[in-house]
């Protein structure tokens, strides 16, 4: 090493490195500031030059000699110092080292490591290996592989399947290193590592097996101790394909091993397995075992096994083999029970194993056991009674059967509180009261003192069917007629007849039920003094309980079904429409309270539909309507009410409205708290247009097919906002203009101005005024959007309409303003007519053909118009939570205005 004191001076090279290669030295040195050249002196060890001196040539830089030459001979003691032009270097002695470089590696690839190993190098302490990438250039980052031996492990799990590597290596001693070896190659080929799947050991042996290798050349099976050294000597193992067993010395007497499977593959090296930990404990097989059969269920005990984890319990045949129909039942505890098996009564053993993790003991001696079994009940029926909310069962007799044991399960498991019921009959009613709506489970078996028999089972759901309402009874052409009010969830309905002792009337007359009504004949009625009928609804499996009787003396009529109630904001008026009732002379409908409680005086009509006053009633409260029939037995039940909601709405403002080749737009203005919208059309004359107008328009705009009208003439486009069980007040409506049903208008070439029309009844919240006129905002409006309209097929209107379209609205207006525009009939489904209905106090009519309190009128029914033909209906718009009320009997099926059609709208 230099002296620290030369370091001292500035202008004295110091040597900083001398190293050995091959056959050559390198000298290297620091530089001194200044120094134009150095030079580079070898002595001998007599401290004179050596002769013949060394070769030198530079070593990169000028700080870096190499030296070679005959002179450098191995054993040779040399010293080297270096000078500037004015001053030498302190002398470095060295001993001279030349190794030579090592041979090609043996190489072989195996899961993420290359094993390499070569001859040893004379006078290398240490080697260094390099692994080279595919074009032979060294592998960054490199893998730290520097070892004193000739052998390496090379950490490769970062080289590519697939790809060649080659591996070369290099000696050291000291600062003495040799030349690079050549290069060795090897594939990057992994093996998969083999998985122990299952190991279990018994009787001084383990059986194992693996997870199978595809392309495996062999497997290797080694056995270590608890710390992982494998044992010595190895025990004997033999196997095929992907098991072993291994027998032999350190198998057995509570050792504890690891037991690990290599798999290789041809040229690819041996992958191991991780190892699998074993206790090899002997467990003795289990003592005192004791099988019994009672109730059609096995059971079995013995005395517990030391240091066993659990217990296999095997049915064997009278030869010793398992049963197939029973596999193996393996428990925890030393005991077991189980549906006995249906062989028994022919004798069949049980066997016993002790076991525990991967390990299985002596297995006991098979035990006989044998059982004379009753087989399962028969028949087994079950019935839910919804008016006790119990349940009744029946089933067939069991030959040699002395009682039967009934249980009842929620879950799987007993119903609490519900013991099993031992019975001699062959029905019972556990006496449970069950949950409306849940599934139960029943079960049933027959005994004996020596024998218990198999379960029949049944599953139930305990269905809550309500009592028939509405009950009546009234001669007919032949015998009596009985009616009554349909049960949710009923698939059928039991009549019973009975006589003054609630006793079945004898002889039983004739009961033939068609839905809700049935028919009863036969001589044992003119005969009975008084009897009555009873009626109760049933489903699969229930019986619902029994509604009030009725006798012919007594019957009233069953209530009204599907009442439908509309609320209408111009009218402030309820209408309500309802399914006739057989035989029906007359209905009387009332309003009713969100309690259910009746408001005000009911109002009597011979139709199924009815208007009721609503001006006295909340805004936004709910209420209902109920409807009661009378017969000529009486005054029936009142229905359950039909809601609706006040809902006072304004009329939306009508934008524009423009007719085109495909049909009419129509936009308008929203109405705070609408869910949907309506439009209608009506022509020139005032008579509704076919098709029919679009109901439950979600937005504030509408496109309604053109109607089939000849020639040219004029319709109005009117919406009003809509809620569940509400109408709001039809807007002013606007003309367009209709052309020909060619498409060709003769005597007009241009679109109609929109002229607001105005009621002329009054000036109230609900209806504009009767002079009000399209604002030149809203005429700007038109005339701005007319190029974008015929754009899409429409024809906007000009602010200049023709004289026509104003006598038109100035016609409409006297017309609506001095009563209806409707015919005294108006046309009704199917070609049918509605007759003209009387108007009330306030001008109202009940039915079609007259106006409401503001003098709109109503929508003609939908159906036959009187048109020759019928264009497509358009399809609707639909608005969740907006409902249309469809048609009854014949009834139109569009919500209407509240004016002369309101009766009709809500049906």
């Not at 090379?154 to 290099?170: D, F, N, P």
């Not at 028949?379 to 249980?407: C, H, K």
């Not at 139960?440 to 089972?457: H, I, K, L, M, N």
């Amino acid at each position: 090493m230099p002296d620290p004191a030369d370091a001292l001076d500035p202008f004295v090279p110091v040597v900083v490195g001398v190293s050995i290669h091959g056959a050559s030295v390198i000298v290297d040195w620091d530089t001194v500031p200044g120094a134009a050249d150095y030079q580079v002196e070898v002595l001998g060890a007599d401290g004179e030059p050596l002769g013949p001196p060394p070769a030198m040539e530079p070593g990169g830089d000028a700080s870096s000699v190499v030296l070679s030459g005959p002179a450098l001979a191995d054993g040779a003691r040399i010293t080297v110092r270096v000078r500037s032009v004015s001053a030498w270097s302190k002398a470095t002695e060295l001993a001279l080292v030349m190794l030579e470089a090592p041979q090609p590696p043996a190489l072989s690839f195996a899961a993420d490591a290359i094993a390499a190993s070569w001859p040893p190098i004379a006078g290398a302490v240490a080697y260094e290996v390099e692994v080279l990438d595919a074009d032979g250039l060294p592998l960054h980052p490199q893998p730290d592989a520097t070892t004193d031996g000739t052998a390496a492990e090379i950490e490769a799990s970062a080289l590519a399947t697939g790809v060649e590597y080659g591996v070369r290596v290099r000696a050291s001693a000291g600062i003495a290193t040799s030349a690079w070896g050549r290069a060795a190659t090897v594939r990057a080929a992994r093996v998969p590592q083999p998985v122990l799947v299952d190991a279990l050991y018994r009787g001084g042996k383990v059986d194992f097996t693996w997870s199978p290798i595809p392309g495996a050349t062999r497997y290797l099976v080694q056995v270590l101790d608890a710390e992982g050294t494998r044992l010595s000597p190895q025990p004997s193992v033999s196997g095929f394909n992907h098991s072993a067993t291994i027998a032999g010395a350190g198998i057995g007497g509570g050792a504890r091993v690891q037991v690990q499977v290599g798999v290789e593959v041809a040229g690819q090296g041996t992958a191991w397995s991780d190892p699998l930990p074993l206790e090899l404990v002997d467990l003795p097989a289990p003592a005192d075992v004791v099988a019994t059969v009672a109730g059609g269920t096995f059971a079995a005990r013995w005395s517990a096994v030391p240091g066993a984890a659990g217990y296999r319990v095997e049915v064997l045949d009278d030869g010793g083999q398992p049963v197939p129909a029973h596999p193996p039942v393996d428990v925890q505890q030393p005991t077991v029970r189980f549906d006995a098996p249906a062989e028994a009564a022919g004798g069949l053993q049980v066997r016993v194993t002790a076991t525990a993790p991967h390990v299985e003991g002596a297995p006991s001696d098979p035990v006989p056991f044998a059982a004379n079994l009753l087989p399962a009940p028969g028949d087994l029926a079950v019935v839910y009674l919804a008016a006790e909310r119990r349940v009744s069962l029946s089933w067939s007799a069991v030959e040699g059967a002395a009682a039967y044991v009934v249980g009842l399960l929620l879950d799987g498991a007993p119903l609490p509180g519900q013991p099993a019921l031992e019975t001699h009959a062959t029905r019972a009613t556990p006496a449970a009261t069950l949950a409306p709506g849940t599934a139960y489970e029943v079960r049933v078996r027959a005994a004996r003192p020596d024998a218990d028999g198999a379960w029949a089972t049944a599953d139930f759901v305990a269905l809550d069917l309500a009592a028939p309402t509405g009950l009546g009874v009234r001669p007919g052409d032949d015998g009596f007629r009985a009616a009554w009010s349909a049960v949710p969830g009923a698939a059928g309905y039991q009549v019973h007849v009975l006589d003054a002792d609630a006793e079945p009337l004898a002889p039983a007359p004739d009961v033939a039920v068609d839905g809700t009504t049935a028919r009863i004949s036969g001589p044992a009625l003119a005969a009975a003094g008084y009897f009555e009928v009873r009626v109760r609804a049933t489903a699969p499996g229930v019986l619902g309980p029994f509604g009030e009787p009725a006798t012919p003396g007594l019957a009233a009529g069953a209530p009204p079904a599907e009442v439908r109630a509309l609320y209408h904001s111009a009218s402030r008026r309820v209408t309500a429409a309802w399914a006739p009732v057989p035989a029906a002379m007359g209905y009387q409908a009332r309003l009713a309270d969100a309690a259910g409680q009746p408001l005000g005086d009911a109002v009597s009509g011979d139709d199924p539909r009815a208007a009721l006053d609503g001006s006295a009633l909340e805004e936004g409260a709910a209420y209902g309507v109920q409807v009661r029939a009378t017969t000529a037995d009486g005054e029936g039940d009142w229905s359950p009410a039909a809601p609706f909601t006040v809902v006072d709405l304004r009329p939306p403002t009508l934008l524009r409205a423009f007719a085109g080749a495909e049909g009419i737009r129509a936009e308008w203005s929203p109405v705070d708290g609408a869910a949907g919208y309506e439009v209608r059309v009506d022509d020139a004359e005032g008579t509704r247009v076919s098709p029919a107008p679009a109901a439950d328009v979600a937005g504030t705009s509408a496109f309604i097919a053109r109607a089939s009208v000849a020639g040219r003439g004029y319709v109005e486009v009117r919406a009003r906002a809509t809620v569940p069980g509400a109408v709001g007040t039809w807007s002013a409506p606007q003309g367009v203009q209709l052309a020909s049903p060619t498409g060709a208008d003769d005597d007009h070439d241009g679109p109609v101005e929109p002229t607001a029309q105005a009621r002329s009844k009054d000036a109230s919240a609900d209806s504009p005024s009767s002079t009000e006129t399209p604002s030149a905002t809203d005429a700007g409006i038109d005339r701005a959007t007319s190029s974008a309209a015929a754009a899409d097929g429409f024809a906007a209107e000009p602010a200049d309409a023709p004289s026509e379209n104003g006598a038109r609205a100035s016609a409409d207006a006297a017309g609506e303003s001095s009563g209806s525009t409707d015919s005294p009939e108006s046309t009704g489904p199917a070609g049918g007519t509605y007759p003209p209905a009387e108007s009330d106090e306030s001008g109202e009519s009940g039915e079609s053909g007259g106006s409401d309190e503001s003098g709109e009128e109503g929508p003609a029914p939908s159906g036959d118009d009187g048109a020759s033909e019928q264009p497509p209906t358009p399809v609707p718009q639909h608005v969740p939570g907006v409902e249309t009320i469809p048609g009854i009997g014949g009834l139109p099926a569009a919500p209407a205005e509240p004016d002369a059609e309101e009766v009709e709208a809500v049906g």
